[in-house]
């Protein structure tokens, strides 16, 4: 039988999809590449994800919560002392003191984060504090330190032999104000490969988890910017340019230069173009070509990528330069580890 009310949606839906073009319904349609995948699921990024990945997928697959299973993960690169980028062993600022930035968000909404704090090992893990434990959502410097040792997490010297014999090294044609992308740099004349954003020049983990209740929830956690100026403060701890949840739709994370992030609330906006349709990549590519755009020029000299996860499991990624990796864990591979797609 004729039904006329079902006549008139297909019609209405064939007339915004012509309007729309074809370039924008490929934006907007589900991504047929990718089916929806099994819960529980976790994603971070960079190679060094896999071994975080490990560490959440111990608490998602014994049906745990994706907010144990992120902050258990990003602890891993916390505290390896080879990881000259996050935690513990980071490159220090161009005082010689290592600062850490990190947040956390859950299914609820809820988050916390601390900027700048010395120190302490697991910054994610004062930052869950910060978020379930005070009214507020981020505490920094100072502040965040007094409020970690108040609540039992240890001092310890987070600058390495390593780290401190790297910085010192800088020092010798360091300039007053810190040079733009600096760990590429290192890495120049020890060897071509070496390049921007790839599986040996990497920095923030941002990790994204869905849990077999079909929850969302975060981390990100970092060192920063090698050699920035004391008190400088990236995306990673910032909720809607770091990271960002939203149990609806899905979750974002981002990584590379901050301060590009934050002028476009980058991880933020990863999830309002999934909200209006476009897939994980798609959002991500969008948000990378915003960067892009805004500082072309700029833009040929810095990484920033971002990793996005939706609500149906399905997951992408989209950076500036290439050499933008991340892990993927679920129930068939532990250890997937996906080239992400670049602009240049």
């Not at 209740?213 to 090698?226: D, E, F, P, Q, R």
Request: aromatic share 6%; proline share 4%; charged share 20%.
């Amino acid at each position: 039988m004729f039904d006329r009310r079902k006549f008139i949606k297909s019609s209405a839906l064939s007339a915004s999809l012509l309007a729309i073009g074809k370039s924008g319904i490929a934006n907007i349609l589900p991504d047929p590449l990718q089916p929806v995948a099994t819960k529980p699921l976790v994603i971070s990024t960079w190679d060094f994800g896999i071994a975080a990945n490990h560490a959440a997928w111990e608490v998602l697959s014994g049906g745990g919560r994706a907010l144990d299973a992120v902050e258990k993960g990003v602890q891993v690169p916390e505290s390896d002392l080879k990881n000259q980028s996050v935690g513990r062993g980071g490159l220090p600022d161009r005082d010689g003191k290592v600062t850490l930035d990190a947040c956390i968000m859950d299914e609820e909404g809820n988050c916390g984060s601390v900027a700048a704090l010395e120190h302490i090992e697991h910054a994610i893990s004062v930052a869950r504090m910060v978020m379930e434990k005070t009214p507020h959502v981020m505490l920094a410097g100072d502040g965040a330190l007094q409020f970690a040792l108040e609540n039992g997490f240890k001092k310890i010297n987070l600058l390495t032999p390593e780290s401190e014999k790297a910085w010192k090294e800088w020092l010798k044609t360091a300039k007053y104000a810190p040079v733009m992308n600096i760990e590429n740099k290192l890495y120049d004349k020890a060897s071509p490969t070496r390049l921007p954003g790839n599986q040996y020049n990497h920095d923030t983990i941002g990790m994204l988890a869905l849990d077999a209740k079909g929850n969302l929830s975060g981390a990100c956690t970092t060192s920063g910017m090698a050699y920035k100026l004391h008190g400088r403060v990236g995306d990673s701890p910032i909720i809607g340019a770091g990271l960002y949840i939203d149990n609806e739709i899905g979750g974002a994370t981002s990584t590379g230069v901050g301060e590009e992030v934050i002028r476009n609330v980058g991880s933020f906006l990863v999830v309002e173009l999934m909200r209006q349709g476009y897939p994980p990549e798609e959002a991500c590519k969008e948000a990378v070509m915003r960067i892009i755009k805004k500082k072309t020029a700029k833009s040929k000299e810095i990484q920033v990528g971002f990793l996005a996860l939706n609500k149906k499991g399905q997951y992408g990624a989209y950076a500036i330069q290439k050499g933008f990796s991340y892990a993927v864990c679920n129930e068939n591979n532990q250890s997937l580890l996906i080239p992400g797609k670049s602009y240049y």
